[in-house]
C-alpha cells in the first residue's frame, strides 16, 4: 500500500515538475488587472464582462453539461486528428529521409503544400465534405501531418554515418535499421514535430468548428457570439487556452515516463 502512495505521488511530482509557476503568476496578474479596470470603470466597453462575470459563466455552463459536451467533442476531433496525422507524417518522413529518389522528386511538392497555411484548408474541407465532423478530422490530420513529417525527414538525414555503418557492418536488416537504429536516433527531433503538431491539431480542430462543424467549443464560441453574451464567449475562449496548456503537459509528462533522456529537447520552461 506504501509503495503504491509513494508511486502516486512520485507520478504527481513529475507531472507538477516544469510548470512555470512565474507564468502563472503573471497570468492571475492580467486577470487582477482586467478586474479593476472594468470595476473603475476605467474602459466602459458594453460587451467587455470582468473576470468574475466570465468565471462565473464558465462554471454555469459546466454544470449545465453543455461545456463537458463541448470539451469533449474538440478534443476528440483534435486527438484523432493529432493522431492520425502524426502516423501519416511519420511513415512519410521515414520514407522521404531513406529515400534517394523520393527526396528529389518529392520534397518540392511537400515544401509547396506545407506553405500554404492550414487555415486555409478548411474552406477546401467544408467545399468538399460539408459541415461535418469528416470536415472537421481532415482539416485536424492536414494540419498535423506536416510537423511531424518535416521533422522526421530532418531527423532521419542527421543520423550519423558511423550508426548507419557499424548496422551494415553487423549485417542488420533494413527494418530494423530503420526501428532501432534511425528512429531511435531521429526521437527527439520527432517529438519536437508531435508536440508542435498537437497545438495545431486542437486549433484548427477549433477552426474547422468555428467556421462549419456545428458542434465543439469553437461552434460555441461563435453562438454566444452572436448571442450577444459576452461571458460565455470568453469562458470559451478561456477553455480553449486550458485546454492547451494540459494537453501539452500531458504530452510533456508521457514523454518524461517514455523517453525520459530526451525530455530537454522539449524545452520544458517553454
Not at 542527421?158 to 550508426?163: D, I, K, N, Q, S
Not at 486550458?242 to 520544458?268: D, K, Q, T
Request: hydrophobic share 55%; aromatic share 8%; proline share 3%.
Amino acid at each position: 500500500m506504501s509503495v503504491s502512495v509513494r508511486t502516486s505521488q512520485s507520478w504527481v511530482r513529475r507531472a507538477l515538475k516544469g510548470i512555470n509557476l512565474p507564468g502563472m503568476l503573471f497570468l492571475v496578474g492580467l486577470a487582477v488587472t482586467w478586474q479593476l479596470v472594468v470595476a473603475l470603470g476605467v474602459v466602459t466597453l458594453v460587451f467587455f464582462p470582468a473576470p468574475s462575470e466570465v468565471i462565473n459563466s464558465w462554471f454555469q455552463l459546466l454544470l449545465s453539461g453543455q461545456m463537458l459536451q463541448d470539451i469533449g467533442h474538440t478534443l476528440t476531433a483534435a486527438g484523432i486528428g493529432w493522431v492520425s496525422g502524426s502516423l501519416i507524417g511519420l511513415v512519410v518522413g521515414v520514407w522521404l529521409g531513406i529515400s534517394a529518389a523520393s527526396w528529389k522528386y518529392g520534397m518540392a511538392t511537400i515544401d509547396f503544400l506545407r506553405s500554404i497555411p492550414a487555415i486555409c484548408f478548411v474552406s477546401v474541407a467544408a467545399l468538399l465534405l460539408g459541415f461535418s465532423l469528416q470536415m472537421e478530422l481532415v482539416v485536424a490530420i492536414y494540419a498535423s501531418l506536416w510537423p511531424v513529417l518535416i521533422n522526421t525527414v530532418e531527423g532521419i538525414r542527421r543520423v550519423e554515418g558511423l550508426y548507419l555503418d557499424t548496422a551494415r557492418t553487423l549485417q542488420v536488416s533494413r527494418v530494423n535499421t530503420i526501428f532501432k537504429v534511425m528512429l531511435p536516433a531521429a526521437a527527439g527531433s520527432i517529438i519536437v514535430g508531435l508536440r508542435l503538431a498537437l497545438g495545431l491539431a486542437l486549433t484548427l480542430a477549433v477552426a474547422a468548428e468555428m467556421v462549419g462543424n456545428p458542434a465543439g467549443v469553437g461552434f460555441q464560441l461563435i453562438m454566444q457570439q452572436q448571442a450577444l453574451q459576452p461571458a460565455n464567449m470568453f469562458a470559451y475562449i478561456i477553455t480553449i487556452g486550458i485546454l492547451g496548456m494540459i494537453l501539452n503537459r500531458l504530452f510533456i509528462v508521457l514523454i518524461r515516463l517514455v523517453r525520459p533522456g530526451i525530455v530537454a529537447s522539449l524545452r520544458e520552461d517553454a
